[in-house]
């Protein structure tokens, strides 16, 4: 593992790490790796059945349950996180999607609206109800950083994505917007990493994944990005090394973004 003690003496919270698959397993990890104290969270329903309780014994990082749609649960985490680590928040992960129409198999054309209604309010809504909650509480540091993950899908038309989309969309709209007060009260930054297909438990749930990861590796001029690549960008993100990138989306794809056509790609068919 590459290091640098990058966010020696920061705090941070991490959610989202479900098992070694999860990208927010692998920058949990390498926050550590490079000089910070954290806590973990995810859902009680999500820490059930996946391994958080190992990670935070490997990382000595206390492992909080709190359902991100709910602002109780989101003020008790944030309280017990700065009193734990000792002070406000430098940087806080938001890893967080699910869609029942996508784990049903529902198609875009023929959606469940009371379960997408879930979706936004899990896969979104959380991000803004997050920040709304570190705003008002003033548990952010001065010069902080919070950062979410998307995908690509909220610019282009991925079909299988479905809903997905559009909640990817919204958290990259929130980001901006509260990106913006964010920063006028306190220069903390707000962005969102367009990450690459990742072989993740709720991507892999995605219909035609496999599909969709083979076409950007050979799309990619450097491939897709590895979750352990995008633990170390978000490290970086994280770090006083970016006090100046906020209210961006930031691809992380190996250069799939920019691409057009790739010849590869043709002799393929």
């Known amino acids: 593992m590459i290091q640098h003690q990058l966010l020696a003496g920061k705090r941070g919270v991490i959610?989202?790490?479900?098992?070694?698959s999860s990208i927010a397993w692998h920058v949990a990890t390498q926050c550590v790796a490079e000089g910070a104290k954290i806590t973990l969270t995810n859902a009680p329903v999500a820490m059930r059945f996946g391994t958080i309780q190992q990670l935070g014994e490997k990382l000595n990082a206390e492992v909080i349950s709190a359902d991100a749609t709910s602002t109780e649960e989101l003020t008790a985490l944030f309280q017990k996180s700065v009193e734990i680590l000792g002070g406000p928040l430098d940087f806080v992960l938001h890893s967080i999607g699910m869609s029942l129409n996508v784990r049903k198999g529902k198609t875009y054309t023929d959606i469940n609206h009371e379960w997408m209604h879930k979706t936004l309010d899990i896969s979104a809504m959380s991000f803004h109800r997050m920040m709304q909650v570190l705003y008002q509480t003033d548990s952010m540091a001065d010069g902080g950083s919070i950062l979410a993950l998307t995908y690509i899908a909220a610019q282009r038309v991925f079909p299988d994505y479905s809903e997905m989309a559009d909640a990817k969309a919204l958290l990259e709209s929130f980001a901006r917007s509260f990106?913006?007060?964010?920063?006028?009260?306190?220069?903390?930054?707000?962005?969102?990493?367009s990450q690459s297909p990742t072989r993740t438990t709720a991507g892999s749930g995605v219909k035609g994944f496999d599909d969709f990861f083979s076409y950007a590796e050979t799309m990619a001029p450097l491939g897709n990005a590895t979750a352990e690549d995008c633990a170390r960008y978000c490290a970086s993100l994280f770090s006083d090394y970016t006090r100046a990138v906020t209210?961006?989306?930031?691809?992380?794809d190996g250069g799939f973004s920019s691409m057009g056509v790739n010849p590869a790609v043709l002799s393929k068919e």
């Open 15 to 20: 959610f989202g790490a479900l098992d070694e």
């Open 247 to 252: 209210m961006q989306n930031l691809f992380h």
């Open 179 to 193: 990106g913006y007060h964010f920063g006028v009260k306190k220069g903390v930054r707000v962005n969102t990493i």
